[in-house]
C-alpha cells in the first residue's frame, strides 16, 4: 500500500475534482459519509453521547458532515467549532449552514477554556478539529482542551490524523496533539503512523476508500510503501518439481567468536530454513563442535585462531555472505575484515559487530560491494551515522547515508523500515516477543537465505524482514510475548511461508431452519 505525502494527497484531491467533475464539497460529502457509515455500522443506533469537535478548516468541514448524518439518523450528538481563527475555509462554511438546517441544535463555539463540555468516560469523542495542513503551533487554550479530551477517558476517534500531529514534522509538545483511540485515514495511512515518537498518538488506524481518481493512486509513486501480505505476495519465487539445492544457492555465514558461537547457529540455521540450498560457517575453531553437534545440516569452515576471526580465508564459492553475527571487534578481526573487504566482490548482509566494526572504521564503508544490507539495532545505527534529533531527522541521514554508499540499511523497530536511496519500505509484521536474544541473527539468516536463491538484495530484505515479523506473530500464538525465543522464529518460518497463499477465513452463516 503507498503512503502517499501530504503535497501528493492535496494533488489527488485536485485531480479527482477535476477528472470526476465535482466539486470540493461533494468530495468532503462523500469523506464524511464514508465516516458516518463506519461510525454506523458499529453503533447501530445506540444513543451514546457523541461530541464532534470541529475545526474551522477543512477538517472540520469534514466533522460537520460526519455530525449532519448522525444528526440525521438519529443519534446524541452534541457538535462543537473550535474558534481558533477569523479564517474559515469554503466548504467548512457551506457545512456549517448544512447541518443548522437540519437542526435546531446548533454547533457550540468554543473560543476558551471556560467554553469546554463536560464530557463523561462512556462518551464519544469524534476530532476533526485539525487535518493534515496545520502549518502553525496549537493555541494554549486548544492544547488544554485536547489535554481535557484525555481527561475524560472517552473514546477518541480521529478524522484523517490526530488534530495536532504533523506529516513531515517532529512533535515538539506532546500535550499540543490528540491522543486518539482510533483514526479514519482517508485514501493512505500516514507515515507517522509508523515511526516510535509518534505512533503512540493512535492506537488503531483504519484507511478509508473516499473515491480518489484511481489514475493517480495507480501511478503515483510514493516515497514510502506500507509492506503487507499483498505487497510479498508477487515477490514470492515458487519451485519446480524437478528443482534441486544447487538451483538454491550456497549462503556462507562468517562470525562468532568464545562464547558466541550460538548467534552463528541461529543465522546458519535461518539461513537454510529461508531456503538456501547450502549453508556454511565460518568460525573459530571453538566453534567447531557446537556448530556440527547442534546443526548438523551446516559445513564449517574454521579460522586458525580459536577464540575470534583473525584471518578469512576459504576455498569455496558462496552466493552471499552474512558477517559479523557474535564476531567481535578485535583488532585483528578487523583488520582480517578489511582485507576481506579489499577483493571481496560476493553480496554481504552486515549485522552485529560488522556493523560495529563500520563505525569504528567508516574508510571501510567505500569497499562494500553495492547494495550492501545493513541491518543495525538502534545503538549500533547510532554508531553508524551518529545521533538524531527526532525520527524524521533518523530517517533524512539513513536515506543521506544509503545513497552515498549505495546501501540498503533495515531500521529495526515495532514497523521495521527498509531504506535504501529515498525509498522507505515499512513493515506491518511483528510483535514485542522479537525483543528477545538472537531474534536480529535470525533476520539476518533470513535475509541471506534469500539472497542466496536469487532474490535481489534488495526484494530479499524487504521479504526477510516480512517473513521474519509473520513467523513470530504466529508462533505468539503458541508462546506469548514473554516466551518467544529467536529458535521459535527459525522454527515457524515454515508456517510464514505457508501463510502466504492462505485465504482469510469467512465467517460461519448459520442457516435459519423453520421450527416444526
Known amino acids: 500500500m503507498k503512503i502517499f505525502s501530504k503535497e501528493q494527497i492535496y494533488e489527488g484531491d485536485k485531480l479527482t475534482t477535476e477528472r470526476q467533475n465535482i466539486s470540493s464539497t461533494d468530495l468532503m460529502e462523500r469523506a464524511g459519509t464514508q465516516i458516518f457509515n463506519w461510525m454506523h455500522m458499529r453503533m447501530q443506533g445506540a444513543q451514546v453521547p457523541i461530541h464532534v469537535f470541529c475545526g474551522i478548516g477543512n477538517n472540520g468541514g469534514d466533522g460537520l458532515v460526519i455530525a449532519r ?3 440525521l439518523d438519529g443519534y446524541n450528538v452534541n457538535t462543537y467549532i473550535i474558534n481558533c481563527s477569523d479564517k474559515r475555509s469554503k466548504d467548512f462554511l457551506i457545512n456549517y449552514d448544512r447541518i443548522k438546517n437540519v437542526t435546531k441544535k446548533w454547533p457550540t463555539l468554543l473560543s476558551c477554556k471556560e467554553d469546554f463540555p463536560e464530557i463523561h468516560q462512556d462518551d464519544i469523542i469524534v476530532d476533526a478539529v485539525f487535518g493534515i495542513g496545520l502549518n502553525r ?6 492544547k488544554a482542551l485536547f489535554i481535557h479530551f484525555r481527561t475524560t477517558k472517552a473514546y477518541t476517534l480521529s478524522i484523517d490524523i490526530p488534530s495536532g500531529l504533523r506529516t513531515d514534522e517532529a512533535i515538539a509538545d506532546e500535550d499540543a496533539v490528540v491522543w486518539a483511540g482510533f483514526t479514519l485515514s482517508f485514501a493512505t495511512p500516514k507515515l507517522v503512523f509508523f515511526l516510535p515518537e509518534t505512533a503512540k498518538f493512535t492506537v488503531q488506524w483504519e484507511v478509508l476508500d473516499i473515491g480518489l481518481d484511481q489514475e493517480f493512486l495507480f501511478t503515483t509513486t510514493t516515497e514510502a510503501e506500507l509492506i503487507g501480505k499483498n505487497e510479498v505476495l508477487p515477490m514470492y519465487i515458487p519451485r519446480d518439481k524437478f528443482s534441486h539445492k544447487g538451483q538454491f544457492g550456497h549462503g556462507l555465514i562468517i562470525g562468532g567468536s568464545y562464547g558466541k558461537i550460538g548467534a552463528v547457529t541461529l543465522t546458519s540455521r535461518a539461513t537454510l530454513s529461508a531456503g538456501s540450498g547450502l549453508v556454511s560457517a565460518y568460525v573459530p575453531k ?9 546443526f548438523p545440516e551446516a559445513m564449517v569452515i574454521t579460522d586458525v585462531d580459536d577464540e575470534k576471526i583473525t584471518s578469512i580465508n576459504f576455498d569455496i564459492d558462496p552466493n552471499v555472505i552474512g558477517f559479523g553475527i557474535g564476531i567481535g571487534t578485535d583488532n585483528k578481526t578487523i583488520q582480517a ?6 577483493t571481496n566482490k560476493t553480496p554481504l548482509i552486515i549485522d552485529a559487530d560488522g556493523i560495529n566494526i ?4 567508516k574508510t571501510l564503508l567505500k569497499l562494500l560491494p553495492l547494495q550492501t544490507v545493513l541491518t543495525p539495532h538502534p545503538k549500533e545505527l547510532e554508531r553508524l551515522i551518529g545521533s538524531w534529533k527526532n525520527d524524521f531527522d533518523k530517517l533524512k541521514k539513513v536515506k543521506a547515508f544509503s545513497k552515498k554508499y549505495s546501501a540498503i540499511v533495515v531500521i529495526k523497530g515495532a514497523n521495521t523500515i527498509t531504506v535504501f536511496q529515498d525509498k522507505l519500505y515499512v513493515n506491518t509484521t511483528g510483535n514485542p516477543g522479537l525483543a528477545t536474544a538472537g531474534s536480529g541473527d535470525v533476520l539476518t539468516g533470513i535475509i541471506t537465505g534469500l539472497i542466496s536463491q536469487g532474490y535481489t538484495p534488495l ?3 524487504v521479504f526477510g524482514v516480512y517473513l521474519h515479523g509473520r513467523s513470530a506473530d504466529i508462533a505468539v500464538e503458541d508462546f506469548g510475548y514473554q516466551s518467544l525465543i529467536a529458535s521459535h522464529v527459525i522454527d515457524y518460518l515454515g508456517e510464514a511461508f505457508i501463510d502466504l497463499f492462505k485465504q482469510p477465513e469467512q465467517p460461519e452463516v448459520q442457516q435459519e431452519t423453520d421450527e416444526a
Not at 137 to 142: L, Q, R
Not at 337 to 342: A, P, S, V, Y
Open 337 to 342: 575484515f578489511e582485507t576481506f573487504l579489499k
Open 69 to 71: 448524518h448522525l444528526i
Open 358 to 361: 563500520l563505525a569504528k572504521k
Open 286 to 294: 571453538c566453534g567447531y563442535i557446537p556448530l556440527q553437534s547442534s
Open 459 to 461: 526484494i530479499a530484505t
Open 137 to 142: 503551533p496549537v493555541d494554549d487554550w486548544v
